[in-house]
C-alpha cells in the first residue's frame, strides 16, 4: 500500500513540473531579431505577392494588414491544418476567432515580414 502512494507521489510531481517547467521559447519561431532591425527590413506587399505563398511549405497570413511568415509555425500549430485555411490570403477572421488565447498576440509578432500595400 505504501508503495502505491510513493509511486503516486512521484507520478504527481513529474506531471506537475511539466506545467510549469517552461518550454524552449524558440520552439518552431524564427531567431529573434534586435526590434530596430525588423523596423528596417519591414517591407510592403501586395496581395498579389502574399498569394504566392499559399502552402505548407511556404505559408504567408496577412492578420489586420500586416504581412506574417508563418512557415516555420505550421508544423507545430495547435490547430492542425486550420493555419492553412488562409495561407496566402486575409487570416484576420480565424485569427481573432475563440480558439486563440491572449498568447497568440505575442507570438505572432516575431513572424512579422511588413505590411500590406493600401489598396
Known sequence: MGIIIIFSLVILLVLGALFVIPK??????????D???NVMTSRIYT???V?????????????????YDVTPYVEEHPGGDAILNNAGGDSTEGF????HGTRVFDIIEDFCIGQLKAS
Open 24 to 33: 524552449s521559447q524558440n520552439k518552431g519561431k524564427p531567431k529573434k531579431t
Open 35 to 37: 526590434s530596430r532591425t
Open 96 to 99: 481573432f476567432g475563440p480558439q
Open 47 to 49: 496581395k498579389e505577392e
Open 51 to 67: 498569394s504566392k505563398h499559399n502552402t505548407r511549405k511556404d505559408c504567408w497570413i496577412i492578420v489586420k494588414d500586416k504581412i
